[in-house]
């Protein structure tokens, strides 16, 4: 079973500055997730990617497949980007469908103004 | 608004009784799946749905029951059998296996 395994676990840091969170995880995968939760416990899935970078507003992802490793990057950082980042990846050997979804536990971000 | 709805936001359990919480989507997505989550650790998949009137345990399935007689709908009982109920549970829905997936805004269960 894939191990994923995300860094920091907790991360304060004051308003402007660039944040970097860390992603690796054990065996090959089909796609890796990044997903957002906020206080409320709601979820909103900000990447999907398999290989390469992704770019979304402030927000950057990356992936490198040989060495297992992906990392969510906030450029300018806000207040209002404090919650918590999720890693989860789509296990490559598998039965398809959900049971291919590994989740990591998970980095509590906090920005302070 | 498409989306996907759950309810109620939150749910109280006497000792031995069942409860169901509701997943409803109107994304037109086949796929459907229950999650766990517990402070300090990951989401725990127990239950998915790829295609109506069919459904898959996942890792934590013990004490749970679902049902899909309808694409929108994916309901979640927790019976009494499951003896540690209290956590947060997350519906999500995604067109197919393997895509990206859409969650609802959860439903915190917690036991009298």
């Known amino acids: 079973k894939n191990e994923v395994e995300q860094s920091p676990q907790n991360l304060t840091a004051q308003e402007g500055e660039f944040i970097t969170i860390n992603c690796s995880y054990s065996?090959?995968?089909?796609?890796l997730h990044w997903l957002q939760q906020h206080p409320g416990g709601g979820i909103v899935s900000l990447f999907m990617?398999?290989?390469g970078k992704k770019k979304h507003g402030r927000l950057i992802a990356t992936i490198n497949i040989q060495e297992k490793h992906s990392s969510l990057h906030i450029t300018a950082s806000h207040p209002r980007d404090s919650a918590v980042y999720i890693c989860?990846?789509?296990?490559?050997?598998?039965?398809?469908?959900?049971?291919?979804?590994?989740f990591g536990k998970g980095t509590h971000l906090i920005i302070q103004p | 608004d498409g989306g996907i709805t759950q309810s109620p936001k939150y749910l109280f359990r006497k000792e031995g009784q069942n409860v169901t919480l509701s997943c409803e989507q109107n994304?037109?997505?086949?796929?459907m799946y229950w999650y766990r989550q517990d402070p300090g650790q990951g989401l725990r998949l127990i239950y998915y749905?790829?295609?109506?009137?069919?459904?898959q345990k996942g890792d934590i399935a013990e004490g749970y029951s679902v049902s899909r007689e309808k694409k929108e709908s994916f309901p979640l009982t927790v019976t009494s059998a499951q003896k540690n109920p209290t956590a947060f549970y997350l519906c999500?829905?995604?067109?197919?296996?393997?895509?990206?997936?859409?969650f609802g805004p959860g439903t915190r269960l917690l036991v009298l």
């Open positions: 749905s790829q295609i109506v009137n069919d459904f």
């Open positions: 065996v090959g995968i089909s796609a």
């Open positions: 990617l398999s290989s």
């Open positions: 994304l037109n997505h086949d796929a």
């Open positions: 999500a829905s995604s067109i197919s296996q393997r895509e990206t997936q859409y």
């Open positions: 989860a990846v789509t296990n490559m050997y598998s039965g398809g469908g959900a049971d291919g979804l590994t």
